[in-house]
């Protein structure tokens, strides 16, 4: 295991990877219950089984693939967001899409995924991206990670004083986000103490100190009443394999209604979702200090998440995306595929331990978020602020993640950004800065993009 994984070369050790591979488990475990929420009978129409045995073994499965192929630890399940945006699809359509179509045009994104991956497209981002929007996507992702444990546990809450229609923003109005209610809210309280456990346990230089705090989380959350226990105890602990979604996707009714808009967004999303988190995550894992290792090993961890988005569609979920929560595994020390395994084993048996991996309140994990969030911070170090032609490309990268919910618009504003400032730069001074062709390239479609086919 040593050998095959490279633990001693990545100064790592069995039970390091391990510890690593349940906490990111336990932080990314609410998919198993919101995909449902999203694709199930009550949003996209996919029988809750089919949900369900979609999300555990699609995530089981290309985990474990992307730990032994790449060693990297990176875990992948159906993306959060991609999900929401395959229930719009079929919902706002009033029937003329179904969720068989809509699992064909994923599939068929998945497909222009791989062959961007294996023309080596996908990997020249790595090269084309400045150093400095690189180290703030690594940021803007910590703050992004932050904001979702903020809002899972109602510590931050949306405050519409004076908006009389939530959907729209009134100028002058006190529409923003506060503080939850700490004094009534059990979930805010219990994220307070699941923080000062952590926290405590990190300033102690506690071994696995994210897991400790959020199983102690979870534990004192039952006499808090907000760690349900009734699913231990209702026997539905072996899956009946009815009504799955496997091989259902729909490629004639794909292309017959002509979802070009839809599997478009569906790859522009991704492309740069998985770019930011696959570069976010290694480089916070240390694994981009050999930049010509570092860049091979996200090359073939692209290659993984590019087959993980048709496999999702073939087992009939929205896309398997790399997930932003591998951080809070990185965060406990994990460096290799040991890691992934190990979150890949555990997807797998939540199968059959459903009510077990249910148990975990999002008051439990959100802490553990919000505490990755501090430590991603750290790379803010790396971004050249005196050079304003860095500096406005990263800031936009680092505030748009969180501030729009979207990874992919903060590092579309660095990008375009960057291109715009850099052509001026070469205009109009003798300091020249070189601007490969694909971020022009870049440029263009994002434009194209947002022009066209709007923010959705």
């Not at 304003?388 to 919910?405: D, E, N, S």
Request: charged fraction near 10%; aromatic fraction near 10%.
């Amino acid at each position: 295991m040593d050998r095959f994984f490279k633990l001693k070369e990545n100064g790592t050790n069995v039970r390091t990877e391990v510890i690593a591979g349940i906490t990111t488990f336990m932080t990314m475990a609410y998919i198993l219950v919101v995909n449902n929420i999203f694709l199930g009978p009550g949003g996209a129409g996919i029988p809750a089984d089919g949900v369900f045995f979609a999300t555990t073994v699609g995530a089981g499965l290309i985990t474990i693939l992307m730990g032994l192929f790449v060693n990297i630890p990176i875990a992948l399940a159906p993306g959060m967001g991609l999900n929401a945006y395959f229930m719009t699809v079929v919902l706002s359509s009033n029937g003329a899409i179904t969720w068989q179509a809509a699992l064909g045009a994923v599939f068929i994104s998945g497909i222009i995924f791989l062959i961007l991956t294996v023309t080596k497209v996908r990997q020249l981002l790595i090269k084309a991206v400045p150093s400095s929007i690189k180290a703030a996507i690594t940021v803007g992702i910590g703050l992004f990670v932050a904001i979702i444990g903020f809002k899972l546990s109602n510590l931050m809450v949306a405050n519409l004083a004076g908006v009389k229609d939530p959907t729209q923003t009134v100028p002058g109005s006190s529409m923003n986000f506060a503080l939850g209610d700490f004094v009534h809210n059990h979930d805010v309280q219990l994220t307070l103490i699941g923080l000062i456990v952590i926290a405590v346990l990190m300033v102690l230089r506690v071994k696995g100190a994210l897991l400790i705090g959020i199983v102690l989380t979870t534990l004192i959350g039952i006499p808090m009443g907000v760690t349900h226990t009734e699913g231990l105890s209702s026997g539905h602990w072996i899956p009946t394999f009815e009504n799955l979604a496997v091989g259902q996707f729909d490629l004639a009714g794909a292309f017959k209604i002509g979802l070009f808009e839809i599997v478009f967004i569906f790859t522009f999303v991704e492309l740069f979702d998985t770019f930011g988190t696959l570069v976010g995550t290694a480089t916070r894992a240390g694994l981009m200090k050999n930049k010509e290792e570092g860049e091979k090993k996200i090359g073939k961890a692209m290659l993984v998440d590019a087959v993980g988005v048709s496999a999702g569609a073939v087992l009939g979920t929205s896309t398997i995306t790399s997930y932003v929560e591998s951080t809070a595994g990185v965060a406990e020390g994990g460096r290799t595929g040991l890691t992934s395994v190990t979150t890949g084993i555990l997807f797998l048996l939540a199968l059959f331990i459903s009510p077990l991996a249910s148990m975990v309140p999002s008051a439990a994990t959100a802490p553990a978020l919000i505490i990755v969030g501090v430590l991603m911070m750290s790379q803010v170090r790396n971004i050249e602020w005196d050079d304003f032609l860095h500096a406005f490309p990263a800031f936009l990268t680092i505030v748009l993640m969180p501030f729009t919910g979207g990874i992919a618009n903060g590092i579309s504003a660095g990008i375009v950004s960057y291109v715009i400032l850099a052509l001026f730069n070469n205009l109009f001074t003798k300091n020249k800065v070189q601007i490969h062709w694909l971020m022009w390239i870049l440029a263009i479609l994002i434009l194209c993009r947002y022009i066209f086919l709007g923010a959705a």
